[in-house]
């Protein structure tokens, strides 16, 4: 009898806790990284995301963001892609297709479901969990720009592990010939490469390595600007960031806030001059984004086990 006891009681320990290790197995596998988006322009911004091929999908490809609205997101914890915003998009009365008029990804819908922005935009670009295990991201201004963005990592460790990006309105100051205008005022700002196609700008054919691809005068606007973006393709050094084990914030319109409608009245000498010594600095600030929530992943593994012991200690008691 008390050996039966013996075993009956072996068995339903296993049996209690196989799923607990299978949860815990599980939970490490599907642990996922927290990106909260925050919108701090005074307009509505509809943030547009790209999953690189074979990576998992977060839970949106795009929404909605109002003015001073934050989402927090989980991302899969081995994700690449880019995350960028767009701007004056509307759906159209008539045939219901949605377009945005700047970092439009040609959906006509809200969610962009696997299209990139149409330069030029503004690109925060990441791989989770890369070489070494660590994640590498940056903020790229390679196909123009249109938006001023900022990432900051949140609890990360080691690398490089500091905030990017670009706080500037380049768009006012943005040269003539690479401007996109709308209603007369300066919109967004193309590359010198999505403006004239050479090979020269664009790191392609004979300028296809960075001993060949040099900066340009108008990657050089860019760069001045926002020192630790991307200006062109062979920028790494200066550009690309790590961290371990991050949770991430992406901010668009950081503080001082700007507005691309106000453009016109927007000093350009102020924002030369200011943006490099403020990013140069550490002086880039994220303003109250907000603590990045418990990864569900884990905060599910938790519940799951207090549950399984909680009906472990009904069983033991009867
Ligand atoms: C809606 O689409 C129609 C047909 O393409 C176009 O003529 C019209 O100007 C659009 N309306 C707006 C408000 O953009
Ligand atoms: C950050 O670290 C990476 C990897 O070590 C390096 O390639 C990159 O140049 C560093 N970035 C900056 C801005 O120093």
Redesign the pocket.
């Known amino acids: 009898m008390s050996a039966l006891g013996h075993h009956g009681r072996r068995y339903r320990l296993l049996t209690l806790f196989f799923p607990v290790f299978i949860l815990f197995v599980y939970s490490r596998g599907a642990e996922s990284v927290t990106f909260t988006i925050v919108n701090m322009c005074s307009y509505t911004i509809w943030p547009g995301i790209l999953s690189n091929a074979g990576t998992q999908q977060p839970p949106t490809t795009g929404f909605a963001l109002q003015p001073g609205q934050s989402s927090a997101l989980p991302f899969p914890a081995s994700w690449s892609g880019r995350i960028w915003g767009r701007t004056s998009c509307?759906q159209?009365?008539?045939?219901g297709?949605f377009t945005c008029l700047t970092g439009d990804c040609g959906s006509s819908t809200v969610e962009c479901s696997g299209a990139g922005a149409i330069p030029p935009a503004t690109l925060a670009e990441f791989t989770l969990d890369g070489a070494d295990g660590l994640d590498f991201y940056d903020v790229s201004l390679v196909d123009g720009y249109n938006l001023p963005m900022l990432v900051a990592p949140q609890g990360g460790t080691g690398g490089n592990c500091s905030i990017t990006g670009c706080t500037a309105d380049l768009n006012p100051g943005c040269p003539k010939e690479l401007q996109v205008e709308s209603d007369g005022t300066s919109v967004a700002c193309k590359s010198a490469c999505d403006a004239f196609g050479d090979a020269q700008y664009c790191c392609s054919g004979s300028y296809s390595t960075p001993s060949t691809c040099k900066p340009s005068a108008y990657s050089g606007f860019f760069k001045s600007a926002c020192p630790k973006a991307y200006s062109y393709a062979y920028d790494d050094g200066t550009s690309t960031f790590t961290c371990a084990a991050s949770d991430y914030v992406i901010t668009f319109c950081p503080s001082p806030s700007t507005s691309i409608r106000a453009a016109t009245d927007y000093p350009v000498a102020a924002t030369l001059t200011d943006a490099p010594a403020a990013a140069g600095n550490g002086e880039l600030q994220v303003s109250s984004a907000g603590r990045a929530q418990d990864r569900p992943a884990s905060t599910a593994a938790y519940v799951a086990l207090a549950a399984v012991l909680a009906v472990g200690f009904r069983i033991r008691s009867h």
Request: hydrophobic fraction near 50%; avoid cysteine; charged fraction near 0%.
């Open positions: 509307a159209n009365a008539t045939t297709l």
